[in-house]
């Protein structure tokens, strides 16, 4: 995916009264299947898989065992006994090796176990022998629609007699000869819906896409844009507001994350986290002044005290102003708060704001 098309503003417009597509194809994708998939990816994830039926999915964390964030990702229940999980594509490899290095036995490669071997394990081994582990990444594409529009653009991809999956829910529909999967998630704060499909009908349903939403003022988006869009929103992005040296009570994202089940990776840390109160939070923040907007790693202060770093930064095109996302110090971390960010070698004021910094306008 480009940086932009046509240009940042015109993309992320798009999106914000009409209907943008985003070529999502470099996201990783991995399918577990097997009677253990679900308590074994319950001890891995942060949300609880038991509460997901057949077709729904849900945001989660990978952590480490010091609690801090390895990857964002949705993982969907696709079937019976199969889940999908949609990963960031820089750390995809990082995310499958540390996944298959914490299936204690089993068939991560598709090796079929002894199965006197495995009658003798105890039963939390015994279930990770019966999950599979495959990366699906390179066989498969997927777009991002998204905008008000994106029912619309639906049907006329789809036919006017398929209904729309429901918020985080994903369905498979035919499309010409084959099917594709269709989910209700986004990353804009608009209605939208992420497709997947084999990576050879790629370029022919980008095709399908684009022509079908002539009509609709669809344009391809670029990285740009949805930087803007997601930043508007106060989504995290991985790699500046998330990483492994920050955990999600830090990063405000604690309601994806159920400590009250017994055992996953990074729980006991995240206890301790909630015990004492994490020494820093990621909070949202727009500029009081016109001026240049913030950018990562540029400084913040507090009465001449340096506070915290920017971890997002941008202009907004919806608002007019600069507005980005930093981790300051829990003392000043308040929605009200004054603060200046250091662009530049100047001070610009600033002021800690309630999330999402964008709220569509009521119609």
Known sequence: MPVQYTSIVEEHQAVRNN????????????????GGGRDWLNRMLTNNVEKLSVGMGQYTFLL?????????????????????????????????????????????????????AVADLPDRKRDACATMLVSRSEDFGAVAVQGPHTM???????????????????????FETSNVSVARTGYTGEDGIEIFFPANDAVKFWSAVLEQGKTLGTKPCG?????????EMCYPLNGSDLSPERNPIEAGLGFFVDVSKPDFV???????????????????????????????????????????????????????????????????AKIGAEIDIEIRGQKFPATVEKKPLYRKPAS
């Open 19 to 34: 209907v943008g597509v985003f070529d999502i194809s470099h996201m990783g994708q991995f399918i577990i299947e097997g």
């Open 64 to 116: 480490n065992e010091r609690g801090g964030i390895i990857d964002d990702l949705i993982v969907y229940r696709i079937d019976e006994q199969k889940y999908l999980l949609v990963v960031n594509a820089a750390r995809a490899d990082q995310d499958f090796g540390w996944l298959q290095n914490h299936l204690k036995v089993g068939h991560a490669s598709g090796s079929p176990q002894d199965e006197s």
């Open 152 to 174: 619309a653009l639906f049907h006329a991809l789809f036919g006017e007699d398929i209904e729309l999956p429901a918020r985080n829910h994903i369905i498979d529909v035919p």
């Open 223 to 231: 990285l740009g844009a949805r930087d803007t869009l997601r930043l």
């Open 266 to 332: 990074g729980r006991d840390a995240l206890l301790k986290t909630k015990e004492f109160s994490p020494r820093e939070k990621l909070v949202s923040f727009r500029m009081k002044e016109k001026g240049p907007p913030p950018r990562p790693h540029y400084a913040v202060f507090r009465n001449g005290e340096r506070i915290g770093e920017v971890t997002s930064g941008t202009l907004s095109p919806s608002l007019n102003w600069g507005i980005g996302m930093a981790y300051v110090s829990s003392a000043h």
